[in-house]
C-alpha cells in the first residue's frame, strides 16, 4: 500500500460544476497537507496547504483535513475549463526536513 | 520576486552517459529538492540541499548525486543514465522554516535513448 493514494481519473466536469478531489493516506505523522495544480509539460504549481485538521478556503478552492479518517479533499466551485490540469495532494511530517510524499495525481477536464 | 528557473527545457541523452541538470532558486529561499517525475505519476523525492549540504535524501541511487552553491542555486547529476531516468526532473525552492511550501520549476525533460 502506497503511502499516499491518489484516483488518477480522469475527472470529466462540465462547467460550473463543484468538483471534489481526494486523497488517502497512511502515515499518521503527517501534518502538513499540501494540494499543487500542473498544467500539461509545467511543473506543479502549490495552490494551498493546511497544517493538521480543518478547512481553508482561498477564492473557488476549499481544502478539507480529516485526520481521524485520514482523507484530504480538495473542492473547487464554478469551475472553469482553465482549471483543466493535474491536481496532486501531497503530505509531510512536521519537523526535519518537511519532505512531501506526492499522491500521482488526479486528472481533472472541465468542458465547456 | 524571481521565480524558480531550471535548464535547460529538454535534453536527449544515451544509455551510459552522464548529464548535469541546473536550477536556480526563487530569491530569499535557501533550501533546494530535486524530484523525479515519471509519466502519470507523482514527483518523487531525489534530495534535498540545505546551506550547501545534503539534508534528506530518498530511494534513488548513488549515481544520482547533487551540489547547492552559495547563491542556493543547485545541479542535479545523474551519471551512467539508464532507460529508466526518462522523466521530468522537477527542481523545487522553499525557506528553511517553511519547507512544506515547495515552489517548482518548470522542470528539465530527460530523454535517454
Known amino acids: 500500500q502506497k503511502e499516499v493514494e491518489q484516483d488518477p481519473g480522469p475527472l470529466s466536469v462540465p462547467e460550473g460544476a463543484i468538483v471534489s478531489l481526494n486523497c488517502t493516506y497512511s502515515?499518521?505523522?503527517?501534518?502538513?497537507f499540501m494540494w499543487y495544480r500542473q498544467y500539461s509539460r509545467k511543473g506543479p504549481e502549490l495552490l494551498m496547504y493546511?497544517?493538521?485538521?480543518g478547512n481553508k478556503e482561498d477564492g473557488r478552492f476549499t481544502a478539507q483535513v480529516d485526520k481521524s479518517s485520514k482523507y484530504i479533499s480538495l473542492f473547487i466551485r464554478d469551475s472553469q475549463p482553465s482549471d483543466s490540469a493535474t491536481y496532486l495532494c501531497a503530505m509531510s511530517a512536521a519537523g526535519g526536513s518537511y519532505i512531501p510524499t506526492f499522491g500521482r495525481g488526479t486528472s481533472l477536464i472541465v468542458h465547456p | 520576486e524571481t521565480g524558480v528557473t531550471q535548464s535547460p527545457t529538454h535534453l536527449i541523452k544515451t544509455r551510459g552517459q552522464q548529464v548535469t541538470l541546473r536550477c536556480s532558486s526563487q530569491s530569499g529561499h535557501n533550501t533546494v529538492s530535486w524530484y523525479q517525475q515519471a509519466l502519470g505519476q507523482g514527483p518523487q523525492f531525489i534530495f534535498q540541499?540545505?546551506?550547501?549540504?545534503?539534508?534528506g535524501r530518498g530511494n534513488f541511487p548513488p549515481r544520482f548525486s547533487g551540489l547547492q552553491f552559495p547563491n542556493y542555486s543547485s545541479e542535479l547529476n545523474v551519471n551512467a543514465l539508464e532507460l529508466d531516468d526518462s522523466a521530468l526532473y522537477l527542481c523545487?525552492?522553499?525557506?528553511?522554516?517553511?519547507?512544506?511550501?515547495?515552489?517548482f520549476g518548470p522542470g528539465t525533460r530527460l530523454t535517454v535513448t
Open positions: 502515515n499518521s505523522a503527517f501534518q502538513y
Open positions: 493546511t497544517y493538521s485538521s
Open positions: 540541499y540545505y546551506r550547501e549540504e545534503e539534508n
Open positions: 523545487a525552492s522553499s525557506s528553511r522554516s517553511a519547507s512544506h511550501e515547495q515552489y
